[in-house]
């Protein structure tokens, strides 16, 4: 037998022997590869956590698959009490009911101060010894000796804490309560997941509180009674609160996607039409009043109140809300009617009553002064003066019974009263002053033909006071269904601050139109004048 070298199994089979630190290096490399795979599982399951799913328990066996031998708990932080709750706690296995016998009650759900150290130590987001163990992480809150069994039955060997944050902001802490010390920590990987833990957790948060914003609202608009909607640029509902269910009677599904028009009284289209592409076109709130149609039921009053805005998309849309004032109409119109009434007794009383005897009174002063004159006694001077006073006196009562009722009842009374008006006008203030009406008709309603006759007035009024105008123009039309008039002046225009200057009674004028359904446009005129135009419905009367 011939002697050679004997060589080691690795040799004789042809392998090269593996010394120590290749093997370290073998074996950090697999650890490395492990963590990564680790990073990536847990990066997708963030991505498609479920709102079903406990985050905090997640988090908690994932810090624990990490850590190895140890008891891991998550907890939440409460900015608004500066507070810490404990959501999960894995590890326990067997050892869970000693420990809860020894806390007096399950650890989880337990809420705490947070000490202003601890958050500088949550705040870091990183890996932090707690040298004081576990009463040191329940911030002193459980005796000592507590701790110290606890401690004993789980067979602790160090404590740790991992704070999750987000933009500066502690969302969450992790305490790893490890049983051994044989390995280091992969500290590095765990605070890049806790990294990931923490967008996720302010994602969740940031969603609980969309889905509560939403619901919160959701709850306003459905105990709202006005109703909120919003249309797009071509009249077509978008959305439309519950309350026209109460309002109107519709389901909100019976509404959106339909033309607002379809809703709008046959009579009030073309107001809601222009109210529509005037909001378009300015971007200005305007509010109105018009006819709806209900379900089953008569037509309710809306005052509308809306403006046109961007939506996220870019697209114009008009955004609102309406009330109903059918209730307050009516109120307001018997008020009226009952104020036009007593105006009408009044005017009549003064006309047919005092008139009347300041008129047989004038006769016999004047008759006595007759009788003065023939006997050439001095005091028939005195006597012509009573009877030229008694004669001021009963036109002033004329003036005032005429002014009390200034529209005669019938289809021509508002024309004959603005002519009258124009006259007046053009011989007490010496201005040349016009009126013209063109295709007018239909305008016998009392209290619609007061309406236009008072914002004429007051109109005419604003030109020659404020104005100081040197002509004015009256105009009425009708055209497609609606009615216009036009009050329009030549001279200095409205100061800037007319709507809270006292006297210029722009607001009773616009409540006036708005009583009519219409809307009441004051603007300048090329000329430097002053333009009022008030545009309603034909047909609408305060009755329907």
Not at 368 to 381: G, I, Y
Not at 452 to 468: D, F, K, T
């Amino acid at each position: 037998m011939a002697h050679g070298h004997v060589t080691s199994g690795a040799q004789a089979r042809g392998k090269t022997p593996v010394t120590v630190p290749e093997a370290e290096a073998t074996k950090g490399r697999d650890r490395v590869a492990e963590e990564i795979e680790f990073l990536s599982r847990t990066a997708l399951d963030f991505v498609s956590f479920s709102d079903d799913r406990d985050i905090y328990l997640y988090i908690a066996e994932r810090v624990r698959e990490m850590a190895g031998t140890s008891v891991v708990s998550v907890s939440s932080y409460d900015a608004a009490d500066s507070a810490v709750e404990i959501r999960s706690l894995v590890g326990l296995g067997r050892l869970t009911q000693r420990v809860i016998d020894a806390f007096g009650k399950n650890p989880v759900g337990m809420r705490m101060p947070a000490w202003p150290r601890a958050l500088d130590v949550f705040a870091s987001g990183r890996v932090i010894d707690l040298l004081g163990g576990l009463h040191e992480l329940m911030f002193e809150t459980i005796p000592k000796p507590v701790c110290a069994i606890v401690e004993r039955l789980l067979g602790l060997k160090s404590t740790h804490v991992l704070g999750m944050v987000r933009d500066g902001r502690v969302l969450a802490a992790a305490a790893i309560l490890r049983q051994t010390d044989e390995t280091p920590l992969p500290t590095a990987t765990l605070e890049a997941f806790t990294s990931q833990a923490s967008i996720a957790l302010q994602r969740q948060a940031a969603e609980a509180a969309l889905v509560e914003s939403v619901d919160r609202h959701r709850q306003l608009l459905e105990d709202l009674h006005e109703i909120v909607y919003e249309m797009d640029s071509g009249g077509m509902v978008t959305y439309i609160s519950p309350a026209t269910r109460r309002t109107l009677g519709y389901e909100p599904e019976e509404v959106i996607g339909a033309a607002a028009s379809a809703f709008v009284h046959p009579d009030d289209v073309p107001t809601f039409r222009r109210h529509i592409q005037q909001r378009l076109a300015t971007g200005i709130p305007t509010t109105s009043e018009l006819r709806f149609r209900s379900k089953g039921g008569p037509c309710r009053w809306m005052r509308t109140t809306g403006r046109a805005v961007r939506d996220r998309s870019g697209n114009l849309v008009l955004r609102g809300v309406a009330f109903d004032v059918t209730e307050e109409r009516a109120l307001l119109q018997r008020l009226q009617d009952a104020g036009r009434e007593e105006q009408e007794r009044i005017g009549r009383d003064l006309h047919d009553g005092l008139g009347q005897e300041l008129t047989g009174i004038a006769c016999l002063a004047t008759t006595l002064q007759q009788n003065l004159a023939k006997n050439e006694l001095p005091q028939q001077r005195e006597a012509a003066r009573v009877a030229e006073l008694l004669d001021d006196a009963r036109r002033h009562i004329r003036a005032i019974a005429r002014s009390l009722n200034p529209v005669p009842h019938g289809p021509e009374g508002l024309l004959r009263a603005l002519e009258q008006l124009v006259e007046s006008v053009e011989d007490t203030h010496d201005i040349a002053c016009s009126f013209s009406a063109m295709s007018c008709d239909d305008l016998g309603d009392p209290a619609r033909a007061t309406h236009l006759y008072r914002i004429v007035q007051e109109a005419v009024s604003n030109a020659v006071s404020h104005g100081r105008a040197d002509s004015i123009d009256v105009r009425l039309s009708m055209h497609d269904g609606e009615c216009s008039l036009e009050i329009e002046d030549d001279g200095t225009g409205l100061p800037d601050d007319a709507g809270a200057t006292r006297g210029m009674g722009l607001g009773t004028m616009r409540y006036r139109a708005a009583r009519m359904g219409g809307t009441l446009e004051v603007e300048p005129t090329a000329a430097g004048g002053t333009l009022v135009r008030c545009t309603f419905p034909l047909r609408l009367t305060e009755k329907s």
